[in-house]
């Protein structure tokens, strides 16, 4: 059962454009939900993440936006650049007693920005 | 700026033979977590320690992966014997004991032929 599932799989967009990744959760215990960017042969990096108490956070030129009812979040990348191109990952996890429990991880998506 | 360090970032190995990874986490990062990922999909985690003890091992194939974090700072894990199936990238990640935000090392990409 994939608990994160992440859409599309590939995004090309145009320098400039604003690609939108989306995920969705179903586990209603989830309350903290990270992004990853990952280049190839790399670790992940932490970009921005956000909790259900808001909708939306913007750190830079990255948003997430945040539906608890629908249980879906996006990540916006503002004025994409080529330098942008990588592997996006959404996550979530909860939290047990006061701290945060494993994270969960979607299957990626992969962009490229041309120039 | 603190990093994750694992080593080594590239091995190659035979199926059957024995192989070790080792991750030294963020100074002060109580929680270390050692992932799996296959090319193309997210990373999955294997083991979860808090200091010396492991948390979370479900997803741990036992019979032939173990792991360790004797003094609480640095990890091994280790696979015993490998099979052609674990070839992946294993990543190892710390946070602080009631924090958020997971830090992940570059990783060691395995190969088994």
């Known amino acids: 059962q994939q608990q994160v599932k992440q859409s599309p799989q590939s995004l090309i967009v145009q320098k400039g454009g604003i690609p939108i990744i989306n995920c969705a959760y179903e586990?209603?215990?989830?309350?903290?939900f990270p992004w990853y960017q990952q280049f190839p042969g790399k670790g992940p990096a932490l970009l921005i993440a956000i909790r259900p108490d808001v909708s939306e956070k913007k750190e830079g030129r990255f948003t997430i936006s945040f539906n608890k009812s629908a249980k879906q979040f996006s990540l916006h990348i503002m004025d994409s650049q080529p330098g942008d191109s990588a592997t996006y990952f959404c996550a979530a996890s909860k939290n047990y007693g006061g701290s945060q429990g494993n994270l969960i991880f979607g299957k990626g998506t992969k962009l490229s920005v041309k120039p | 700026e603190a990093e994750v360090a694992q080593s080594p970032r590239y091995k190659i190995t035979e199926k059957s033979q024995a192989v070790a990874f080792w991750c030294d986490p963020i100074?002060?990062?109580?929680?270390l977590y050692w992932y799996r990922q296959i090319l193309g999909q997210g990373p999955e985690l294997l083991v979860q320690?808090?200091?010396?003890?492991?948390?979370?091992d479900s997803q741990l194939p036992k019979d032939r992966f173990s792991a360790e974090r004797l003094k609480g700072v640095d990890s091994t894990l280790k696979i015993q014997p490998a099979e052609l199936g674990d070839s992946a990238m294993y990543l190892c990640?710390?946070?602080?004991?009631?924090?958020?935000?997971?830090?992940f090392g570059p990783g060691t990409r395995l190969t088994v032929t």
């Open positions: 586990n209603t215990a989830f309350d903290y």
């Open positions: 100074s002060g990062h109580a929680t």
């Open positions: 990640a710390s946070s602080t004991d009631r924090a958020n935000e997971q830090y």
């Open positions: 320690f808090q200091d010396e003890s492991v948390v979370d």
